[in-house]
């Protein structure tokens, strides 16, 4: 089955604790990204990766860091999560770098940092 | 001012009306558009492309007006299982912007 893989779906920490969350894609996309989503705020994207090595500040980079080694894995690293960190994150993926076909999303990472 | 801009509604009609959602977007260089849907906790999903000459799948009729810069969508003989958040999305190539989205509730 073609999906988007994240994990974990939950999970809960301290300040200051790295942390990683991971993401996966089956569909030999290109293009990956990373978004977080806040009640009245939408989607706003953290990172993009438009193909191995690949990769760019989106609108809320800030407390973030990405890597993309192989076409098929884009973890999110937070190195020291912070309280306003707290939020719904989604990895998105994309055929191409054109965007014509829209996103697949994975299920998403809800993160509380304490 | 947000680059894609929606009501957040709640929209609450009864099954099988006929309900419209607009958006407004601010970057005339928009190149795609699409209409995603979110269901509560879950991640969104691909409802429809939007074309510049109108499309329309099944009960889901949208339409693009670049001289007002707005996007529509229709949803025609409403179903419970319509009930979701509606997420209008603007995208230049992959400069994707995503609106805060819509609420519909489709009552018995």
């Known amino acids: 089955e073609a999906q988007v893989t994240q994990n974990p779906r939950y999970l809960i920490t301290v300040t200051g604790k790295k942390l990683t969350v991971t993401c996966s894609q089956n569909?030999?996309?290109?293009?990956m990204s990373w978004y977080r989503q806040d009640p009245g705020l939408g989607l706003r994207q953290i990172y993009y990766?438009?193909?191995?090595?690949?990769?760019d500040k989106g609108d809320v980079p800030e407390g973030y860091k990405v890597s993309r080694k192989e076409k098929r894995n884009f973890p999110l690293i937070l190195e020291s999560p912070s309280p306003n960190q707290t939020s719904l994150y989604f990895c998105?993926?994309?055929?191409?770098?054109?965007?014509?076909?829209?996103?697949?999303f994975g299920s998403g990472t809800r993160l509380t940092v304490v | 001012r947000k680059e894609v801009e929606q009501d957040p509604g709640p929209f609450n009609v009864p099954e099988g009306a006929t309900v419209a959602f607009n958006c407004t977007y601010s970057?005339?260089?928009?190149?795609?558009f699409f209409w995603y849907r979110q269901d509560c906790r879950k991640e969104p999903k691909l409802l429809m492309s939007?074309?510049?000459s109108g499309n329309e799948d099944g009960r889901f009729t949208a339409q693009l007006n670049r001289a007002s810069q707005y996007i529509s969508l229709l949803i025609r003989d409403s179903k419970l299982s319509d009930s979701a958040t509606y997420l209008c999305?603007?995208?230049?190539?992959?400069?994707?912007?995503f609106g805060a989205g819509t609420r519909l509730t489709v009552k018995p």
């Open positions: 998105a993926s994309s055929p191409n770098v054109h965007g014509r076909y829209g996103y697949t």
């Open positions: 569909m030999n996309h290109e293009y």
């Open positions: 990766s438009m193909n191995v090595e690949v990769t």
């Open positions: 970057n005339s260089a928009s190149q795609s």
């Open positions: 939007v074309y510049s």
């Open positions: 999305v603007r995208g230049n190539n992959n400069d994707m912007r």
